[in-house]
């Protein structure tokens, strides 16, 4: 075969390869956008069958494509279908004053469903917390993907890189922060993403992280999604902060919570639902983990 041949063949080879692995990269961080670039792929090819266009104005109609079904699916197919064949349902995004996602790229992966009972539980702790400090928001982070797989070993599908996100059960939620220069208190978070800004441990503290690592270095991973942080703005909020964790204990209907030890008994937490989470998943002084 002549290298004149072989450049086509090579050609659509490393593009199959290209698109494959993007499929998996959509489909492990929202879930849905693997078989939405699938579709358009096909359609784009169908739709420009016969007619001649550069790869430029092929991967520019394809994009196009992607981003109009991606959008509609996300935010007015996918609620309704997750409610109705996987019981979840989404977290508001702008409805309700005392609730927001940390980040809105949370909502836009579709990492923001729960089970009804956990959201109503998140309403009642939202609306509870606004009683007490009414110009201070609950925000969350990850929560679960909208659909589960019945067949994947019999826990839903995975969200990476939580080891238990699957079953609509889970959420995370920030902690809260002042403004180290005014000392004053705001809904701002240092880190984009909501994730990687520890509360490390004083000293004379338990160290837990310290331990862990020594053991898997997952135990950090949160670190890597940090995206942008600026962190020397802010600093831990305890008092509003040891508010939300009360009422999280409070709320019934919420069984356990992860807590890194040395900020429990900083903020004096004596509480059978707490639980530590142990050295295989991700530290948790940078968030609170709760579930059903």
């Given at each position: 075969?002549?290298?004149?041949?072989?450049?086509?063949?090579?050609?659509?080879?490393s593009s199959f390869i290209l698109q494959t692995l993007l499929i998996i990269l959509l489909?492990?961080?929202s879930q849905i956008g693997g078989l939405i670039w699938?579709?358009?792929?096909?359609?784009?090819?169908?739709?420009l069958k016969n007619k001649k266009k550069s790869y430029l104005a092929y991967l520019k109609i394809k994009t196009a494509l992607f981003f109009s079904f991606y959008f509609c699916a996300t935010?007015?197919?996918?609620?309704?279908?997750?409610?109705?064949?996987?019981?979840?349902v989404a977290l508001p995004i702008f409805t309700e004053n005392n609730i927001?996602?940390?980040?809105?790229?949370?909502?836009?992966l579709n990492r923001h469903y729960v089970r009804p009972q956990l959201e109503k539980a998140l309403f009642r702790i939202g609306n509870n917390f606004e009683k007490k400090y009414p110009d201070s928001k609950v925000s969350y982070l990850d929560a679960n993907f909208p659909f589960s797989l019945a067949f994947y070993k019999n826990k839903g599908f995975p969200l990476l890189p939580h080891?238990?996100?699957?079953?609509?059960?889970?959420?995370?939620?920030?902690?809260?922060?002042?403004?180290?220069?005014?000392?004053?208190s705001t809904n701002e978070k240092p880190s984009f993403s909501g994730y990687g800004i520890y509360e490390k441990p004083k000293k004379g503290e338990i160290n837990q992280p310290k331990i862990c690592l020594k053991q898997s270095?997952?135990?950090?991973i949160g670190k890597y999604a940090k995206v942008y942080s600026n962190e020397e703005n802010y600093s831990f909020d305890k008092k509003r902060t040891n508010y939300l964790i009360t009422l999280?204990?409070?709320?019934?209907?919420?069984?356990?919570?992860?807590?890194?030890?040395?900020?429990?008994?900083r903020l004096n937490i004596y509480s059978s639902k707490w639980r530590f989470h142990g050295c295989k998943a991700s530290r948790h002084d940078d968030h609170v983990h709760v579930q059903l």
């Open positions: 075969m002549s290298n004149t041949n072989k450049k086509p063949i090579l050609k659509k080879t489909t492990i961080f699938l579709v358009c792929w096909l359609s784009s090819k169908f739709l935010f007015l197919i996918v609620p309704f279908a997750a409610k109705k064949y996987s019981n979840r927001q996602p940390t980040t809105i790229w949370t909502c836009i080891l238990s996100h699957n079953d609509g059960k889970k959420l995370d939620l920030s902690f809260f922060y002042l403004d180290k220069e005014t000392q004053k270095w997952y135990y950090e999280i204990i409070k709320e019934q209907s919420i069984k356990k919570f992860f807590l890194e030890p040395h900020l429990k008994n």
